[in-house]
């Protein structure tokens, strides 16, 4: 590393534009937006950490041992997953100061990332580290964090009220007791808002080789007999049920693609029995998928839920590290993906149905201009989802307000989504955001596209009326 340590600056226009005429009205718009509350409707925060709210552990299990983004470039760096404690791994304080000192060693590899703008705004804003990250200062930080977790002030739920966290949504599995949420709902010390989020992937992919126990599962939870299709459907839409009446406001999906098709009830049938058999072709069991999407559409236009899709993840791309760390461990790839014939069949019998919300979110940016923002920009039910996961950036985003407002405006997108299990960077990643729509709608302003009060309104809609709009919040 050939800098050498020196005082942590954040700088108060990061990220704003450079013209001194234009970075004036970014500041203005942002002071108007930077502290209001955060409205989070899709993440990955464990609930349990809220409801139990235990001390976060040391600084490498709260900081690096989560984050996928944090330590997939260290491996790449070269650094053992192991030795960041990746996968549920438990260090002991050697190896977890080891662990961060590793961070500290390759910070250089995270110039010009988000992960750094997010991890120095943490380390400055929320616990209050002078030094910037380097191998000379590893120690002392880790110290200094160490200290500031042991404190009450820094257990989850003390955190959630100072971050002023609104609504937080967790991502959960159909058949989950919800036993967190249940307890956070009765606790009358508890007064934000955190709620399920219906994920349902694994139970409508009859290609997998756990269908038949999942749909036993998902069964079970439902107290319904999921030996039938007609069972399994009614099994999904109770679960779906259970999960709005715990403060669920929207399902996720996140599959290979997003075709839709509409097979007839005997058809479906016939499919879901062989699946049960383990006996469905590879083509039965991708007709099923894209079937189920439709049907999910058809129960949230009649239980209200808002509707997710994520696609087009290659997940799980290195076997070796599946096997060894487990899913979600810094190895899904994006890959090419198409909305506008893929969605046409849903859409076509959705589209215009009254109080139906579809988020749709990408990986492959070139489809926000060409199909996202188009579709939004018709239907109704349509809405342009936040950039997502290696698009949550700067250069991304910027392109993003590029790509989708000249078609869709900005009332028809979601608000942003932090998507994340960093739950220390969600304040971090909603003020990335901030500055950058500050900056957006300063340029605006700045060619007399905007006046500066209607760049103010829009600024204050995106983090407050927008995301509850379109979420149903
Ligand atoms: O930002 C990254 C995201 O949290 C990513 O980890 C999730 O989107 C997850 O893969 C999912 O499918 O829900």
Known sequence: MTATARPLVLDPDRLFPADP??????????????DLPIISPHGHVPPQWLADDVPFGDPTSLLISPDHYIYRLLHAQGVALEELGVGGGTLDETQSRRAFRLLAEHWPAFRGTPSRFWLESELGEVFGIGQRLHVDTADAIYDQIAERLASPDFRPRALLDRFDIAVLATTDDPADDLRHHAALREDPAFTRRVIPTFRPDRYLEPARADFAELATALGRAAGIDTGSYAGYLAALEERRRTFKALGAVSSDHSHADVVTLSLDEAEAARIYAAALRGEATEAEATAFRRHMLVEMARMATEDGLVMTLHPAVHRNHHTATLERFGPDTGHDIPYATEFTRGLQPLLDRFGTADGFHLVLFTLDETVYSREIAPLAGFYPSVYVGAPWW???????????RGAATETAGFYRTSGFIDDTRAFMSIPARHDMSRRLDSAYLAQLVAEHRLDEEEALETAIDLVTTIPRKTFKL
Do not use: G, N, Q, T
């Open 21 to 34: 005429a234009v970075r004036s009205v970014a500041r203005r718009l942002h002071e108007a937006v930077r």
């Open 390 to 400: 290696f698009l949550d950036a700067p250069e991304a985003i910027r392109r993003f």
